[in-house]
């Protein structure tokens, strides 16, 4: 299987738009996410896990209390993918249902 493509930059910019909330920092797809408390901080996370692990893509994520700040990249690619725009995508159904 091939690796990953790191997306250009008017890709990227594509992306972006259809990724409300999520932002470009340090190279890599971020978002901060805040829940009720920590139960639903941390179900976010649970729940989600599933999905990531067969995804076989995982996030570096950090959890205080009610909040989940997400960084996403493919170190593979040198940069953001197509498979980082996806996990946020999937990532923010799961925040849906969380939040």
């Not at 639903?40 to 209390?65: C, L, Q, R």
Request: proline share 4%; no cysteine.
């Amino acid at each position: 299987m091939p690796a990953p493509q790191k997306l250009h930059a008017a890709d990227l910019e594509s992306a972006l738009t259809q990724l409300p909330h999520w932002t470009l920092a340090q190279g890599k797809l971020h978002r901060e996410y805040k829940f009720a408390d920590f139960i639903h901080a941390f179900g976010f996370m649970a729940a989600s896990a599933m999905a990531i692990e067969k995804m076989n893509h995982h996030p570096e994520w950090f959890n205080v209390w009610n909040k989940v700040i997400v960084d996403l990249t493919t170190h593979d690619a040198g940069g953001v993918s197509a498979k980082d725009v996806e996990l946020a995508k999937l990532l923010d159904g799961f925040a849906g249902r969380m939040q």
